[in-house]
């Protein structure tokens, strides 16, 4: 198909034969299951997991790409933005989890990100092609500079693993950045806590990252009257995970 990529939509189309084969092998995709790629683009990850499981949803917002697709029997076409996308009905309308997959626009792919965690019920696993930056504030440990809101809320949720490293020149047109394909698979165990109310934490720790941590949570835990242990003479990026979690549920509602 003859097609211009369209910048607005990130579009940068994989082309490296053999990045496309780790890709589909790091999926596994079998038959049977409910599979769905988010920006089919021309296909590049499309034709090979059709090729393994049978059947296939794909959301794109591009109309032009999203026609071609629709002519293809096997494939279901959602266009949509996939920021509307209601993942937790798709899910249900299928009974089953879904394994979503995709080599995401990075203009949006934290807001996807995001929009998924919403629905981590629903979702068996996650295989992203993302920029090589958002895979290490995603994987990364407390104390390292990549460390932060990302981190934190998505660690909370899924187990997550950097598994190939992909070079520009794999796609077509290049991206100005690496990339690297990530698995993210939701965890049975994890601490209940409300969403809304972790985030809003991580925002405020999160806000002024150099400073110590009383200058901004200090006055947060305040005002909601915590009298609870906390080290507050840290910096945001010095807090595992574990302790966000546990001071978010000593300090709800
Ligand atoms: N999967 C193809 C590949 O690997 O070559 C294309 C990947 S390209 C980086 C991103 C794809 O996501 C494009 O097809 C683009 O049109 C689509 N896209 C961009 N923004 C989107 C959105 N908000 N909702 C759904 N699809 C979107």
Aim: glycine share 4%.
């Amino acid at each position: 198909m003859k097609h211009i990529a369209r910048k607005r939509f990130g579009q940068h189309f994989l082309t490296d034969q053999d990045a496309i084969e780790r890709i589909v092998q790091a999926i596994a995709p079998q038959p049977g299951q409910a599979l769905v790629e988010i920006g089919p683009g021309l296909g590049a990850l499309t034709q090979p997991l059709l090729a393994r499981c049978g059947a296939l949803c794909v959301i794109e917002i591009d109309r032009d790409l999203a026609a071609h697709w629709r002519r293809r029997a096997q494939l279901e076409v959602i266009e949509a933005d996939v920021l509307q996308v209601d993942f937790a009905a798709l899910a249900r309308s299928r009974g089953t989890k879904l394994r979503v997959v995709g080599n995401l626009p990075y203009n949006i792919s934290s807001p996807i990100l995001f929009h998924l965690l919403e629905a981590v019920n629903h979702v068996a696993d996650q295989h992203f092609m993302l920029q090589a930056e958002v895979v290490q504030r995603l994987t990364a440990s407390a104390a390292t500079k990549a460390y932060g809101r990302l981190s934190v809320m998505l660690q909370w949720r899924y187990q997550i693993e950097h598994l190939i490293d992909v070079a520009p020149a794999s796609f077509e047109p290049a991206p100005r950045v690496n990339s690297a394909v990530v698995r993210m698979q939701p965890l049975h165990d994890f601490a209940p806590v409300q969403p809304a109310h972790l985030s809003e934490l991580v925002r405020v720790a999160f806000s002024q990252r150099r400073k110590l941590l009383r200058h901004t949570l200090g006055r947060w835990l305040e005002a909601r009257r915590f009298d609870g242990q906390f080290d507050l003479q840290r910096r945001a990026e010095e807090v595992p995970v574990a302790q966000y979690l546990s001071l978010a549920a000593a300090c709800a509602g």
